[in-house]
Each structure stands twice: as structure tokens, then as C-alpha cells.
């Protein structure tokens, strides 16, 4: 089977127009490169470009652009300078705004049994600082960095093991990799191409001199001897494709970052050998630079509305959509409103694997989950904070899913008082304190603490109505934002109670999309870190699964792996589903959500409608901000 899709098509183009193509490319140097190229500094574009580079073609409503301006956008913190390389979007392998998979930074991927991948390199390929990028970058991070158990003491990825199996990687040429497994690995493509990628390469060129197997010891220094000792830590600090805050670091996307962090503002600029170009052989992007401004969250719809962006959806809510529409025409932009495509917006954790082991019985029985879940007011939280326009629900699917039922949306999650007093009665919590709230069998009142990243009023506004309907069944509620990273560091540990998070990032799955968020296999699902980072970890750290229904769903996603029947497959999601909204390991509360996108009236190519999804969809990554453009 071989799985080159449109690229295919696309190349027989290149071939059958070569002549007319690399004419356009020799006449049509980017303006950003010419001082350069004139200078004898940069080579001219016809030979920073591969042999065949990608060929975009805009979509319906999308148009040929022109070169030139600064992109400036809003971030809540350094941090979020990744978004480059998530907007960027360029994958070995990427989603379509079909939610397709295509080549992208390959040529083609050939893909045999489900299990056997070959991905040949694009001839000429090069990466941002020039250096060719071939077999030996996917060789140097396969050989010298993931099995190094000073850089990765884990090991390789778990995503990487199928039944405890790690793949045969091998390297025939220097434009080609390959990838097998004696069973098939229908998760490979889908981690190539998701927003935060398994990047399966590194720029070895860069990265050999800081790594020990590769210096040459009897040239250094006895102080750089000293310091090799903390070679694994340097090397870690530098290997930062995802995160994007080494401007040295090369890379392939569209734009490098050029500014180290901590900084406020942060600055991309085209990448010269960056391998896509448009129908008229110019590469791509238009777009000269990108400029990231650090804002404090709160402050970004009135930064929006005055202006101050020329593309914008983060840190924007539905309810900054009427402040922001009563502010077009002043400051020169238009509002879209676009679909979402989460499970749910707003979703409560429950920590399954809490330390104190008072909480860990309650939220371990599913009684009091339930009832948790009938105690919230949803159509109240959508009348109030949503215009009545969200979905009131399960952390489930969305009505586009072929796997959707209104009993998954709405199981265990419609608001009844008495049912949810009757749970928690049966289950023993009859005592009460003079204020009405429950106790607990150790006598202390039933006070669940919830932990939020503190990103977000929104939230905080849930979590008040929510407060306000649980204390009808004798249950009180306290919220303690933190920073991001303290708050999920709270969660790996088992510290916290139960958090608030949005819901999962799929919400339009179909029996090719991977259950694997439904089940224990990763630390970043808040109802089960622990059991998460047991199976991450191959069992060197965390919990192994104890519980018999998660155990089900870790059953049910290795039968997935396993199948290449897409109704089995189906079959396996519905049981999956169904698990999870009997048993409410997490708690949906509203989804739906559209999503205002502030976009510059000159600025082209931005769908009048999509979807804002982080996986799949990487924000705007599947839609190529590569080919959005300023006109004048």
C-alpha cells in the first residue's frame, strides 16, 4: 500500500512543468532574501529548495498571495513561542483540513501491512541554517538520543511500543528511513502529525558537538573536560525543536525563532530553505516575519479590539465575541467564529490516583462521580456564560462523530438533585455539619479543593455556579489556581483532588482515530496520572493500572492496536465510549464552544470558517498560515 496521497499527483505536476517551474523559481526571489542572495551571503532560491518541493495548493477561497509583512499575534507567556512551531505546521506527515494524512516534509511514506513505514527524504532538503537534512538526523536521534539512557533514561517513547515491541529502524541511504514492527502501528502516522509531534529526527549536525559520543576529548581543555561531565544537561537544554526557544536550533518550519527566552516579544522570520511552494513555484511563506508579544492574559480581548493583532484566537473566549464585533470597524479587523472540536470545553478531573487515601476511596466509587455530575446545572452555566449556545454534556463526542448518541452526551449528566442526594446518601455520607455539608468518613466536611492552571476567568466563573448547585447535595467546593507547570506537577504526584482541564482534544473521532487519550497511557490525563505514567514509563515510575473498569479500557485500546478491521475498530470506540460516560472518570460539563478569531482585514487566505482544534488541526497549522498574505 503505498500512502504518498495527493503528493503523488502533485509531483507528476512538478515533473510534467519542471522546465516552466524552475523558471518561475530563478525569476521570483523572495524580497526578504535578495540583499542576501545579491551579497553572495544566501544562495539563490532555486538552490536552497529541494529537487521537489511540496507544492501547496490554496484551498477553494484561498488565493496566490504576495510577499512581505510582520504577522503579530498575542501569548500569554514565553512558553507559548512553541505556537510557531505548532501554527507552522510542518510534519513528516500532516493532517488536511479533511483530516487526511499527506506527506509533507517527506516526499512519500510507504506503508506495508499497517506495520512497515518507509519514508524517503526530499533530495536537496535542507535545513534552516543550510545543512542538508537526511537519514543521518533520524539515525543520530533514534541511535544517539533516544536509546542513551543519560538523555533518555525511559528509553524511546512508549508511543513507540507495540505489545512491549520497539521497532527495527533502519537507515539504507540518506534519503531514506524505515520503520517496522511485526504487528501493525496504526498510531505512527497519527503521532507524526499532530500538533506536538513525535519528532523521530534532530539536526545531528548542531547536536553532535555537545553530545560525548561524538567529542573528540583529547581537544578539550581540562575545564571543557570538567564541564563534559554535564554534557546530558546541556544537550537537553539545546534540544528544543518542539519547545522552539534556542534560535540556534535549526529547523524546518516555515519561520525560525530568532529571540532566546525569557523575553516579552518574540521574533520569526522566514526560513530560507523551508520546502513548500505555491502553484507558481515561489516559496512559501509569504509572510516575512512573525511577531509574538507576551500579554497577560485578561488583557488580550482589549488588545484585540484595539488593534494591536493581526491574527488572533488564543486567550479568546465566546464572550469577548460582542465586545469584539462592536470594535471591527474602528480597528480594522473581522470577527469568525469557529467551530471547536474537544469533547468538552470545560471538563472536571477527579484524581483517581490521589495520595490521600480518604479521597482516593471517593473518587474511586462511582457513585459519587455520578452524583457529582447530576448536582451541575448545565443548562444554567450555558444560559449564563454561553448565550445558550454550547452543548451540555459528557466529556463524549461531538454530533459530527459517526459515533455519537445522545445517551453518550447526556448519560449520568442531566441535572437531578434528588438522584445525585440519593447516591451520596447510599453511599454512607448521611452525617452533616451545621452549615449542611456533608462529612466524610473521617468526620472532616466534604470540601472538594479544584485546581486550575489560573489561565482563565472562565473558569472560575464555572466553577462558581458549579459551587452553588453542589451545595444542594451537601458539597462544598474551594478553587486554587496555580502556574501551569505547578499545577500539573501537583497532578503527576497525586497532590490534587480534582482539576479542571478542557475535555478530549478529539471530539470527531471515527474507528481510524486513536482511542488512546480513553485509556490509562499517558500522565497528562488528569483522572489517572499515575496509571498514565506507569505505561509512559514502562512500569519505572507510577502506578500499575488497579481498577478493573480503566483496566477494560487499556484492554480495549491494545485490541485497537491490534485490529485492522475498521468495524472491530469501531466496535472497540463505541465500548470505550460507553465505559466512560457509565462510569464519569471525568465530568463534562459544556462543549460546542465556538471560537472567535480575530483576523486583519488585510490579511488573506484565513478560512471564513474552520475548525480551532490543537489535535487534530494544530490551531490554524492544517489550514497553511504559510499561505496566508497582507494585501498592500
Known amino acids: 500500500m503505498r500512502i504518498a496521497w495527493r503528493q503523488i499527483c502533485l509531483n507528476g505536476l512538478w515533473i510534467a512543468g519542471a522546465s516552466l517551474m524552475m523558471a518561475n523559481i530563478a525569476k521570483a526571489e523572495v524580497p526578504f532574501f535578495k540583499a542576501s542572495v545579491s551579497a553572495g551571503t544566501m544562495p539563490p532560491m532555486e538552490e536552497r529548495l529541494p529537487k521537489t518541493p511540496l507544492v501547496v495548493t490554496p484551498m477553494e ?76 538526523d533520524f539515525r543520530y536521534w533514534w541511535e544517539d538520543i533516544a536509546q542513551n539512557p543519560k538523555l533518555s533514561p525511559a528509553g524511546p517513547p512508549a508511543s513507540l511500543l507495540i505489545d ?25 502516522l497519527s503521532d507524526l502529525a499532530g500538533a506536538a509531534p513525535l519528532l523521530i529526527y534532530r539536526p545531528a549536525h548542531y547536536l553532535k558537538s555537545h553530545h560525548e559520543n561524538h567529542i573528540d576529548r583529547s581537544k578539550l581543555t581540562p575545564k571543557q573536560k570538567i564541564m563534559l561531565k554535564s554534557w546530558a544537561a546541556q544537550h537537553n537544554r539545546l534540544d528544543n525543536l518542539y519547545k522552539f526557544d534556542n534560535p540556534d536550533l535549526p529547523t524546518l518550519q516555515p519561520w525560525r525563532n530568532t529571540t532566546a527566552s525569557p523575553a516579552t516579544r518574540f521574533v520569526g522570520e522566514r526560513n530560507p530553505y523551508f520546502h513548500r511552494v505555491d502553484p507558481e513555484g515561489r516559496q512559501l511563506p509569504y509572510i516575512d516575519r512573525l511577531i509574538f508579544t507576551v500579554s497577560e492574559n485578561r488583557l488580550i480581548p482589549a488588545k484585540a479590539a484595539s488593534g494591536d493583532v493581526d491574527l488572533q484566537a488564543r ?61 451541575i446545572d448545565r443548562e444554567e452555566i450555558n444560559d449564563i456564560l454561553f448565550f445558550g449556545l454550547a452543548v451540555e454534556g459528557n466529556n463524549a463526542v461531538q454530533k459530527i462523530s459517526p459515533f455519537y448518541t445522545e445517551d453518550l452526551r447526556t448519560k449520568w449528566a442531566t441535572l437531578d438533585i434528588d438522584k445525585s442526594n440519593a447516591l451520596l446518601d447510599d453511599m454512607g455520607l448521611t452525617e452533616r455539619n451545621k452549615d449542611g455539608i456533608r462529612l466524610m468518613p473521617n468526620g472532616e466536611p466534604l470540601v472538594i479543593i479544584v485546581e486550575t492552571a489560573g489561565e482563565e476567568t472562565e473558569q472560575s466563573d464555572i466553577l462558581e455556579l458549579i459551587h452553588e448547585s453542589w451545595e444542594k447535595v451537601g458539597v462544598e467546593v474551594f478553587t486554587k489556581p496555580s502556574q501551569r507547570a505547578v499545577f500539573r506537577n501537583r497532578i503527576f504526584s497525586g497532590e490534587t483532588v480534582m482539576s479542571v482541564w478542557s475535555g478530549y482534544e478529539n471530539g470527531i473521532p471515527n474507528a481510524q482515530s486513536s482511542p488512546a487519550d480513553r485509556a490509562p497511557t499517558t500522565q497528562t490525563s488528569y483522572q489517572w496520572p499515575k496509571w498514565g505514567q506507569y505505561f509512559e514509563t514502562k512500569g519505572k515510575s507510577g502506578e500499575p493500572i488497579d481498577m478493573p473498569e480503566a483496566q477494560r479500557l487499556f484492554d480495549l485500546y491494545q485490541q485497537w492496536l491490534a485490529s485492522t478491521d475498521d468495524d472491530e475498530k469501531a466496535q472497540i470506540w463505541r465500548e470505550m465510549l460507553n465505559i466512560h460516560a457509565e462510569q464519569q472518570f471525568t465530568i463534562g460539563v459544556i462543549g460546542g464552544i465556538l471560537q472567535p478569531v480575530v483576523v486583519a482585514e488585510t490579511l488573506r487566505n484565513v478560512p471564513k470558517e474552520g475548525f480551532y482544534n490543537w489535535d487534530p488541526g494544530a490551531q490554524f497549522g492544517m489550514y497553511h498560515p504559510d499561505l496566508f498574505w497582507f494585501e498592500n
Open 61 to 136: 477561497e484561498q488565493t496566490i498571495g504576495e510577499y512581505g509583512g510582520d504577522l503579530r499575534t498575542l501569548i500569554g507567556g514565553p512558553s507559548d513561542v512553541k505556537l510557531m512551531f505548532v501554527n507552522g505546521y510542518a510534519r513528516l506527515v500532516g493532517f488536511t483540513p479533511d483530516l487526511e494524512i499527506e506527506p509533507d516534509i517527506l516526499e512519500a511514506m510507504d506503508v506495508e501491512e499497517g506495520r512497515i513505514f518507509t519514508m524517503t527524504l526530499r533530495e536537496g532538503h535542507k535545513w534552516s541554517d543550510g545543512a542538508p537534512f537526511t537519514s543521518e
Open 315 to 375: 486567550g479568546l473566549r465566546l464572550q469577548d465575541a460582542t465586545f469584539l464585533k462592536e470594535n471591527e470597524k474602528r480597528s480594522h479587523y473581522e470577527v469568525r467564529l469557529w467551530e471547536t472540536a474537544r469533547g468538552s470545553h470545560f471538563t472536571l478531573y477527579p484524581n483517581l490516583n490521589s495520595e490521600d487515601p480518604v479521597w482516593r476511596k471517593l473518587m474511586r466509587d462511582v457513585r459519587f462521580r455520578r452524583a457529582l455530575s447530576l448536582a
Open 164 to 188: 512491549g515491541e520497539l521497532p527495527k529502524v533502519e537507515f539504507p541511504d540518506e534519503r531514506t528511513v524505515v520503520y517496522s514492527w511485526s504487528k501493525p502501528n496504526p498510531n505512527f
